[in-house]
């Protein structure tokens, strides 16, 4: 078990789509559960994101993506921050996905899913069970 | 001799107040299911409503209510209602290229669909050409993907624009796709006078809500307002703007606030077309309005009704309008695409159907119900055909579709509507005090309301204060795959992309050149940009080049990532 507060998350919105309720909601959540939450607004590019990471050395990436947009944009986003040293960050993955694009994405290092209807209290759980700890 | 008003409404007080006393023993013996009864937007219902709590609430059936088709109509702007005509049954639709389109448009048109809606995919609502690198994994997703004259062209093709009304959803680049709807039909040999329909364009709720923005807010706006003139003068049966509560709703906001900050949008455009010297009967009569119909069936009634009444009093007292149709909030509306649950998939028929029925009672001239699949991914052909017969049952079978506002004198839908109306004219109010809605996004105001609220519900569903069926109630274990859903190809992508290269290619490059420097020129002697964009895009300028050439003159827009 993780201690919350050691615990950084980067939220972030990958490609052009705009709806951001879930991800503000999210970053709400996890700031109420004593994560320290970074947000990175909108409309952020794969390299924006992981300079992003990088910056604030996050141990969790979460990426909302309502557009369809996820297998185009996940992977690039995980290869970047693999390349630029975040090798254990945990990076999971929120909105509209469909069942058929989940291997793909955890074959790209995806470790969970959350779609429509995944409580926050999954959610929270979720990434202090599995946040890496570092030293 | 009659009782007078008064007498009758001492009675009926006294009589409620014995039946509360009665009811209260009742409740010994059958408890309340909840501590407290409210609307989905969490304000407290009463158990009942009589005569006298609407005179308490200040109702005055003439001044209030009256008669439909009349001042302040807030029984529907028709006043034959769906007698004479029914709303316009139009269903969204749009994904991969123009092609997929196109023929989706001609299926819905065969299946008794009255006009047609159409999705544009996020690179083009964000003024992307399909070949930009932030185009990327994201062409004919969302949406139909298009970047010039041509793909506007095939999107339409065999369609005869002086026929069918057309709604396009797009806001940031409204103005382009715009220039290029009209240079279509004008290729059809259709007079622009014939051309009918609406352009979303309503750039306040995208900082607020929707987030596909292009430019700061204030140059984007003129943009609205550009469109907003020359349509008036030029494209009579024409909605140039419509005004939209749908998405602001959608991103979290309650019955009120959704009303309040639509209507407060629509006071913005006003007064930046009153700035420009126009007058106020020139152009209100053809603004139009778009909302949501959400789960809460007589809040979302009331919602309705309370947008006309405000917007027609707004009109005639504040700016002076002598032209009913300047006081007429025509809408649209769509089921709440929010509410479907990806969970038993099926349960989704029943919610849309539940809110288009509060729609139509609610009086809307125009309605989308949303298709059962939507949460999961674009709607499949059999998933649309089910949403717009559900309109078909309602407007044929049901029988509210024979009388004009069914709900009104309801103690409860009047004593609600004030409700509404009261609260959403406190948030004007208080934005008005901001200096109006410009204003007002730009320090953040609506942006943070509607977070706090959509964190409220969300906690309210946790603790199960609201309940969703099959989400945090009524849960059951579901096969893995219960529906098909549509999936849009990588293929797609890549035409696209071949297509925009081979225009670039063959595209006369002086004319091209000619239209991307009137298009800046223009910008930067800030004259309305209508006329130079149609050339332009005449010359096969692309979506991209012209808000490249737009953006280099006034900026782009960054909001702050604060939750």
């Known amino acids: ?135 | 001799m009659a009782d007078t008003e008064k007498d009758t409404l001492e009675r009926i007080r006294k009589a409620q107040a014995e039946w509360s006393a009665r009811r209260e023993a009742g409740e010994k013996k059958f408890p309340n299911r909840a501590a407290s009864f409210t609307t989905w937007s969490d304000m407290e219902v009463p158990l009942l409503s009589t005569p006298a709590d609407l005179a308490d609430a200040g109702f005055d059936f003439e001044r209030d209510l009256g008669m439909p088709g009349e001042f302040p109509f807030t029984r529907g702007v028709q006043r034959t209602m769906y007698r004479g005509k029914l709303w316009t049954m139009r269903q969204f639709a749009g994904f991969g290229s123009a092609v997929d389109t196109n023929r989706r448009f001609k299926q819905l048109l065969e299946m008794g669909q009255m006009g047609l809606s159409t999705a544009f995919d996020m690179p083009t609502l964000m003024g992307y050409d399909a070949d930009s690198p932030r185009a990327k994994g994201e062409v004919g997703k969302c949406g139909v993907s298009v970047s010039s004259i041509e793909d506007m062209e095939t999107l339409f093709s065999g369609i005869p624009l002086g026929e069918v009304t057309t709604s396009m959803t797009i806001n940031g680049p409204a103005i382009v796709i715009l220039a290029m709807y009209f240079a279509v039909a004008e290729k059809q040999g259709v007079p622009r006078e014939k051309v009918r329909g609406t352009l979303q364009n309503d750039i306040l709720k995208e900082y607020i809500a929707q987030k596909e923005w292009l430019f700061p807010v204030r140059p984007a706006v003129g943009l609205v307002t550009d469109t907003i003139e020359y349509g008036t003068r030029h494209y009579p049966g024409w909605n140039t703007v419509s005004i939209s509560g749908y998405h602001i709703r959608e991103a979290g906001a309650t019955a009120v606030q959704e009303l309040a900050f639509t209507l407060a949008d629509g006071l913005a455009y006003v007064e930046d077309c009153l700035k420009r010297g126009m007058k106020i009967d020139d152009f209100a009569p053809r603004l139009s309005f778009f909302f949501d119909v959400h789960n809460d069936f007589f809040e979302e009634i009331a919602k309705f009704r309370a947008a006309r009444r405000i917007w027609a009093r707004l009109m005639k007292d504040r700016y002076g309008a002598k032209d009913p149709r300047s006081w007429m909030l025509r809408t649209h509306a769509q089921t709440a695409g929010v509410s479907l649950t990806a969970q038993q998939p099926y349960n989704n028929i029943a919610r849309v159907a539940v809110q288009a029925l509060a729609g139509i009672l609610g009086g809307t001239n125009s309605l989308h119900t949303n298709s059962m699949d939507e949460t999961l991914a674009l709607p499949t052909d059999e998933a649309v055909t089910i949403a717009l017969r559900t309109q078909q049952i309602i407007a044929e079978e049901s029988g509210v579709a024979n009388l004009a506002d069914p709900l009104g004198g309801s103690y409860y839908v009047e004593w609600l509507t004030n409700k509404v109306e009261s609260e959403a004219l406190e948030y004007i109010r208080k934005i008005d005090e901001m200096g109006g809605m410009v204003a007002a996004v730009e320090r953040g105001f609506p942006q943070a309301e509607i977070a706090n609220s959509a964190y409220h519900f969300q906690r309210q569903l946790e603790t199960k204060e609201k309940a969703m069926v099959g989400v945090n109630k009524f849960q059951m274990v579901e096969p893995k795959r219960v529906i098909p859903t549509l999936y849009i190809d990588r293929s797609v992508e890549q035409k696209q992309v071949q297509r925009l290269a081979e225009l670039r290619r063959s595209r006369p490059q002086q004319a091209w050149e000619e239209g991307i420097r009137l298009v800046k020129d223009a910008a930067q002697n800030g004259q309305n940009l209508c006329g130079p964009i149609q050339q332009a895009v005449a010359a096969h300028a692309t979506l991209q080049e012209v808000c490249d050439t737009l953006r280099g003159v006034f900026g782009i827009y960054r909001e702050a990532g604060s939750f």
Request: hydrophobic share 45%; proline share 4%; charged share 25%.
């Open chain 1, 1 to 135: 078990m993780n201690d919350n507060a050691k615990i950084r998350v980067l939220v972030a919105k990958p490609g052009l789509d705009g709806h951001d309720r879930g991800a503000k909601v999210i970053a709400r959540a996890l700031r109420d559960a004593g994560f320290e939450v970074v947000y990175t607004g909108l409309h952020q590019t794969p390299e924006m994101i992981v300079e992003a990471a990088v910056q604030e050395d996050v141990h969790v990436i979460g990426m909302s993506i309502l557009s369809g947009a996820h297998n185009a944009l996940v992977p690039e986003v995980i290869d970047g921050i693999r390349k630029a040293g975040l090798e254990d960050a945990l990076v999971v993955v929120g909105g509209i996905i469909p069942e058929e694009d989940f291997d793909l994405l955890k074959k790209a290092g995806v470790s969970m899913v959350f779609t429509p209807g995944a409580s926050l209290t999954d959610v929270v759980d979720y990434i202090r069970k599995n946040a890496p700890t570092r030293v």
